[in-house]
C-alpha cells in the first residue's frame, strides 16, 4: 500500500520577490504538498501520534513562508529541507508553491515552482 498526507492550497501573504515592491508591499501564496508517509499504524490505532500530524506541517510551512527570500525557489527548498529533518516518517513529498497575481505585467493567475524530492 501507498499512502499519503495532502495539504491542498494552504494560503499565505508573504513578502518574497526580487522586486522591492514586493518585498515592501507582499503578495499573496499558495502551497500544496502530497507527502508519502506509511499512515498503516494510524488507520488501525486512530492515534494522531502514529502518523504525521498535518497542523504541525502546515506550522512548519508558515514559519518558512514568514522568512522573506528573493526567490520561490529557495522557499520551496527551505520548505521542503525543514519537513524532511523534522519528520523522519515522510519519505518523499512533492510540493508546489505559487504566487498569485505576480507583477509581471502579464494577465496571469500565479506563477510558481513545482519540486518533487524523496530521502
Known amino acids: 500500500m501507498e ?6 492550497n494552504l494560503r499565505f501573504y508573504a513578502y518574497h520577490g526580487v522586486a522591492p515592491q514586493e518585498t515592501t508591499v507582499g ?4 502551497v500544496s504538498l502530497r507527502l508519502k508517509t506509511d499512515i498503516a499504524r494510524a488507520m488501525e490505532s486512530d492515534d494522531v501520534t502514529d ?3 498535518y497542523a504541525e506541517i502546515y506550522q512548519t510551512v508558515k514559519e518558512e513562508m514568514d ?3 528573493k526567490l ?3 522557499v520551496a527548498g527551505r520548505i521542503i529541507r525543514r519537513l524532511l529533518d523534522d ?3 515522510i ?8 504566487k498569485r497575481n505576480p507583477p509581471m505585467g502579464a494577465d496571469i493567475e500565479t506563477a510558481g515552482v513545482e ?3 524523496g530521502r
Do not use: G, M, Q, R
Not at 499512502?3 to 491542498?8: F, H, P, R, V
Not at 503578495?27 to 499558495?30: K, L, V
Open 3 to 8: 499512502s499519503y498526507i495532502l495539504l491542498e
Open 27 to 30: 503578495n499573496e501564496y499558495t
Open 51 to 53: 502518523t504525521v500530524n
Open 67 to 69: 522568512i522573506p527570500s
Open 72 to 74: 520561490l525557489e529557495h
Open 87 to 89: 519528520f523522519p516518517a
Open 91 to 98: 519519505e518523499h513529498i512533492d510540493l508546489k508553491l505559487s
Open 115 to 117: 519540486v518533487h524530492e
